[in-house]
């Protein structure tokens, strides 16, 4: 259960932090300092602008990543606004300054096809062909050897498939899909990805949804195959991160507390005392309610700027 759950993973990073921020911690003990982390971790605000590395470093920590970036930035696709990769690529930054441009480009291909990567992107599209590229980066990384091997000749019992880490995978260009007779054998293509998802220590889409997926086809292509992932929504509901495209804008949770959030300062507003001479004393000093927020690691507010402090409380007011 400690491996599945990436147990040791949450403790090294705990202690690590409680050795960096002891002074600050002493004030209110280990104990509670203990708890409030692991309190974050369940909540998910613990992956709120913190280094990539930590990011991606478990499947909580991605989809917990996921789920907050839909939710601070729902609003986008919400308003019907359209966005490019690199635009795309500043709002994830706001969560994690070093997040990759590669990952960004990556997810902005699967929507585009390579036919102009500077067009602009809706929030949804981008949101999906992104959940996928980040979650399963891995697999994917493998399924496009094994797809560049099928195209070569190579038969399944011979596909040599990448397994160190992500950042150390053979680098392959992707293939080109211009052609409409380009693509493999659907078949002989999950046979390939059925033994992948059986041996990888990585997380892969459920094999009877990818088997669903390649059923239909004779014949698929890369990019086909990385657009029929992001569309399909049995996939979304097995990784859990996202809600139904139907229901990608909706988050009462979240409306409800901005609702709050406004009638509290329209409240102050409106019971504020005035005078005819404008004496700015009569005002009321510091009585703005703070709406509490998951306690989140000390180090983190040093590093940010004063734009990531704006986006500190919109996305503290999410996670409540």
């Excluded at 917990?64 to 601070?72: A, E, G």
């Amino acid at each position: 259960f400690a491996a599945q759950r990436h147990v040791l993973t949450y403790m090294e990073d705990a202690v690590s932090q409680l050795l960096e921020n002891r002074e600050d911690i002493s004030q209110y003990g280990i104990a509670r300092f203990f708890t409030e982390y692991f309190n974050s971790v369940r909540q998910g605000t613990h992956i709120l602008f913190r280094e990539f590395s930590f990011v991606q470093a478990t499947p909580h920590n991605r989809a917990s990543f996921l789920r907050t970036f839909w939710r601070c930035f729902r609003t986008v696709g919400k308003n019907g606004d359209l966005l490019a990769a690199q635009e795309y690529h500043c709002l994830l930054q706001l969560l994690c300054p070093d997040f990759p441009m590669e990952l960004t480009q990556k997810a902005a291909r699967i929507v585009l096809m390579d036919d102009a990567m500077d067009c602009l992107m809706s929030f949804s599209d981008f949101l999906f062909a992104f959940q996928i590229q980040f979650y399963y980066s891995e697999f994917l990384e493998s399924v496009a050897a094994i797809y560049q091997d099928l195209l070569a000749g190579k038969s399944p019992n011979t596909v040599i498939v990448p397994t160190s880490s992500s950042g150390q995978h053979r680098q392959r260009q992707p293939p080109n899909d211009c052609n409409p007779l380009d693509g493999v054998e659907a078949s002989l293509f999950y046979q390939c990805l059925e033994s992948l998802c059986d041996r990888s220590k990585y997380s892969c889409p459920p094999s009877a949804l990818v088997k669903e997926m390649l059923s239909g086809v004779q014949r698929m292509t890369f990019y086909e195959f990385l657009m029929a992932l992001a569309k399909h929504q049995g996939i979304n509901r097995a990784l859990g991160a996202l809600p139904d495209k139907g229901d990608l804008f909706l988050d009462p949770a979240m409306d409800q507390e901005i609702e709050k959030l406004v009638a509290q300062v329209s409240g102050l507003s409106l019971s504020a005392p005035t005078s005819s001479s404008g004496d700015a004393a009569h005002l009321p000093v510091r009585s703005v309610p703070r709406i509490s927020s998951p306690w989140k690691p000390l180090h983190h507010r040093r590093r940010m700027d004063a734009e990531s402090e704006g986006s500190n409380e919109e996305t503290d007011s999410s996670e409540n």
